[in-house]
């Protein structure tokens, strides 16, 4: 009898101890950050994409639950003053390439934010790439 018992205890035992592996694809999207926004009203958002493919890839869209809209800007100084213009593509990314939307460059609007975001928060984006792959990751929001 106490054989029985400590072989139901190995048994039991068993199934509530697992080892799992799970290896995911580590996200191509580096450096996700938003500035904070006192109203909801609009944001910007950077981050980097690196591209560890061994063919191009481009950004062809983006979006985000948090928000109406979001648009592709680039600023471009005119006359010594700084303006932001949309614009509707990115680079094609080579292989073994980075694409960086910075402050003063490209990068993404934010508009019509459905809450204020301060410091410390984040923002959802969702960009899609011509290899079909959909990538949804958070924007850290710094304080200006």
């Given amino acids: 009898m106490k054989k029985?018992?400590?072989?139901a205890a190995l048994f039991i035992g068993a199934g509530t101890v697992s080892c799992v592996r799970v290896d995911r694809e580590a996200s191509p999207v580096r450096g996700a950050w938003a500035r904070a926004a006192d109203s909801a009203a609009t944001t910007a958002a950077y981050f980097t994409y690196?591209?560890?493919?061994?063919?191009t890839v481009e950004i062809t869209s983006w979006?985000?639950?948090?928000?109406?809209?979001?648009?592709l800007h680039q600023t471009m100084v005119m006359d010594g003053m700084a303006h932001m213009l949309p614009t509707t593509a990115l680079p094609v990314i080579e292989p073994g390439d980075s694409l960086v939307l910075t402050p003063g460059a490209q990068h993404l609007m934010v508009i019509g934010l459905k809450r204020r975001v301060a410091a410390g928060d984040s923002v959802t984006l969702v960009i899609a790439t011509s290899r079909g792959r959909s990538l949804r990751f958070g924007a850290q929001v710094r304080a200006p």
């Fill in 4 to 7: 029985l018992l400590v072989i």
């Fill in 50 to 55: 690196v591209n560890r493919d061994t063919i």
């Fill in 63 to 71: 979006s985000s639950p948090d928000a109406a809209s979001v648009e």
